[in-house]
């Protein structure tokens, strides 16, 4: 059973929804930015897409290395935040407050501070993703990278479950 949130703090949560779903609009607004970058034909890259297809290092190409540093940024993303939140939550759980407001209160900055730490952590993926499509122009490998970094902020997403701790 979830416990039942205040009015303030339910205020609290949409605050930090809204400013989550800004922060997830900017990554498919990188999106439009490059579809229209692709499509306009005045656009020269200093290397095609074939460059991601170098052997790097141990037999991987490029494009298996850019995915990899994705997939370990997300998953170390991933981890951390279980593991912070886990620990925020056994913090607020054995402190004592005066009251149940400033126990909230504690929480929702202390969250705050971890959802944006998480949220940047990610961005990078989808920043990755636009180096290498203004290099060769490869929107499909923009996209999944972006969409990388969109798992990753679905993992962080304030939402009431969370703040029933």
């Given at each position: 059973?979830?416990?039942?949130?205040?009015?303030?703090?339910?205020?609290?949560?949409?605050?930090?929804?809204v400013i989550w779903f800004t922060m997830l609009g900017a990554l498919f607004t990188y999106v439009a930015v490059c579809y229209m970058i692709m499509t306009q034909s005045n656009f020269k890259t200093q290397y095609t897409?074939?460059?991601?297809?170098?052997?790097?290092?141990?037999?991987?190409?490029?494009?298996?290395?850019?995915?990899a540093l994705a997939l370990l940024i997300l998953g170390i993303g991933i981890l951390y935040f279980k593991s912070a939140y886990t620990k925020l939550v056994a913090k607020i759980t054995h402190?004592?407050?005066?009251?149940?407001?400033?126990?909230?209160?504690?929480?929702r900055t202390r969250y705050t501070t971890l959802m944006f730490v998480n949220l940047a952590i990610f961005e990078v993926i989808?920043?990755?993703?636009?180096?290498?499509?203004?290099?060769?122009?490869?929107?499909s490998t923009f996209l999944n990278l972006v969409l990388l970094a969109a798992i990753g902020f679905v993992k962080v997403m304030p939402v009431q479950a969370k703040f029933s701790y």
């Open positions: 059973m979830q416990k039942m949130l205040t009015p303030d703090e339910k205020k609290s949560l949409t605050t930090l929804m897409p074939d460059v991601l297809q170098t052997p790097l290092f141990a037999g991987l190409n490029t494009i298996d290395c850019v995915y402190e004592t407050f005066e009251s149940e407001e400033e126990k909230f209160k504690a929480f989808a920043i990755i993703g636009i180096i290498v499509f203004l290099l060769t122009l490869d929107f």
